[in-house]
Structure formats: structure tokens, C-alpha cells
């Protein structure tokens, strides 16, 4: 089966300064996707950046970008010039090419510091 | 992006008495919905997916008869929380697959007294 973890519970940044949330993963399969929730106060699930597995480029959304290592099973997010508004869990998740189902981590709490 | 409506956002309910709660997709099309299920400070756990026409299936662990789902439309599915007890309050959070990604709903908190 399927797992996905994420080894921080919380962490904090500066306002401005860059942050990096990590993600491990496990699977057999080789066609995946893996994404990055994030869930503010609200708990309104917004997905934040998407990676095909079968890519080897990392995604990249604005200030957010991955580093995916598909052979250590390794994706995690950076972010970059933080912002007050990114506060909020953030949610690395896998879902299979096989099925639909999206599997999620237990969460990462980010605070912002201003 | 595609809109995934919930309602209602939030309920409250006596032990012993059934709820439920409606998933709509409002501008597409979705033949699978999911239902998840969150705990305070906790991630998301899969509950069933949802079918369009067919029966859901449900994930290990989970009471079918509990957790009652119907998907009678391809905007529309529907999780019923028969009998609720205090244990069942949680926040319910459905999805539903557009072509290439999910989308959320915003939830649903149930508190059962």
C-alpha cells in the first residue's frame, strides 16, 4: 500500500524568507501523481502544485516549486518570499495513475512570522 | 477552476437521529466523488468513492451501513450519517474528479450531542 509522510509537524519562517516543507513517499508503482494541498483556516483544500511522476522537471507555480528525487522518493516544496496568507496546513498527497485515489500525509502546520 | 459546493456547511444533530449531507460539482460533470473525513489537527482520510449509477466502495474500516452513499446524478452524490453518535463528529469533505485533477468541497462540520 501506499504511504506518505511528513516528518514536520509545524514549522515557522520568517516573512520574505524561503521555507522548505518535506515529503517522503512509498509506492511500487512507476505512473503517480503527486500534489501539494494547502488548508487554511477556512479548510478550503487548494491544491498548490501538481508533479507527474513520468516528468522529470520539477513543477513550479509562482513562488512555489518542488524538488521531486522519484528515486529516493522525495518531494518536497519550497516556498519562497513568504507571505502572511501562506499560513495554513499544508498537505503532500499521492494519488496513482491506477485509481483516483488521493492519499495524504499528516500535515505540516506553517506559521508565518511577520 | 471547477466549483465543488457542500451543503449544509455545518450541522448539528441529536444521538440516535441520521443526517445528510449533499456534494454538488456546479459546473462540470463528475462520475466519481469522494468522501473524506478529517479529525481536529488531523489529515484527511479517505472514507468511500462514489459512483455515478453504482454503489460506492468503500475503504477498510469503514461501516457501509453507517455511512450511507448515493450518487444518484453526475453533479450530485450524497453521504448519509445514520444513527450519528458523539463519535461521528467530525468534518466531512467531499471531492469530485473533473478530468485531469479533484476539487474540493469546503465541508461540512457535523456535531453530534
Known amino acids: 500500500a501506499q504511504t506518505v509522510t511528513q516528518s514536520q509537524p509545524e514549522m515557522s519562517v520568517q516573512e520574505a524568507e524561503t521555507v522548505t516543507l518535506s515529503c517522503t513517499y512509498d509506492t511500487s508503482e512507476s505512473d503517480y501523481y503527486l500534489f501539494w494541498y494547502k488548508q487554511p483556516p477556512s479548510r478550503q483544500m487548494i491544491l498548490v502544485i501538481r508533479q507527474e511522476a513520468y516528468k522529470q522537471q520539477n513543477a513550479t507555480e509562482n513562488r512555489f516549486s518542488v524538488n521531486f528525487q522519484k528515486a529516493a522518493k522525495s518531494f518536497s516544496l519550497k516556498i519562497s518570499d513568504s507571505q502572511l496568507g501562506d499560513a495554513a496546513m499544508y498537505f503532500c498527497a499521492y494519488r496513482s495513475d491506477r485509481d483516483d485515489k488521493i492519499i495524504f500525509g499528516k500535515g505540516t502546520r506553517l506559521h508565518i512570522l511577520p | 477552476g471547477a466549483v465543488v459546493s457542500q451543503h449544509p456547511s455545518w450541522v448539528i444533530c441529536k444521538s440516535g437521529t441520521s443526517v445528510k449531507i449533499e456534494c454538488r460539482s456546479l459546473d462540470f460533470q463528475a462520475t466519481t466523488m469522494f468522501w473524506y473525513r478529517q479529525f481536529p489537527k488531523q489529515s484527511l482520510m479517505l472514507m468511500a468513492t462514489s459512483n455515478e449509477g453504482s454503489k460506492a466502495t468503500y475503504e477498510q474500516g469503514v461501516e457501509k451501513d453507517k455511512f450511507l452513499i448515493n450518487h444518484a446524478s453526475l453533479t450530485l452524490s450524497t453521504l448519509t450519517v445514520t444513527s450519528a453518535h458523539p463519535e461521528d463528529s467530525s468534518f466531512y469533505i467531499c471531492?469530485?474528479?473533473?478530468?485531469?485533477?479533484?476539487?474540493f468541497g469546503p465541508g461540512t462540520r457535523l456535531t453530534v450531542l
Open positions: 471531492s469530485a474528479r473533473a478530468v485531469y485533477e479533484q476539487f
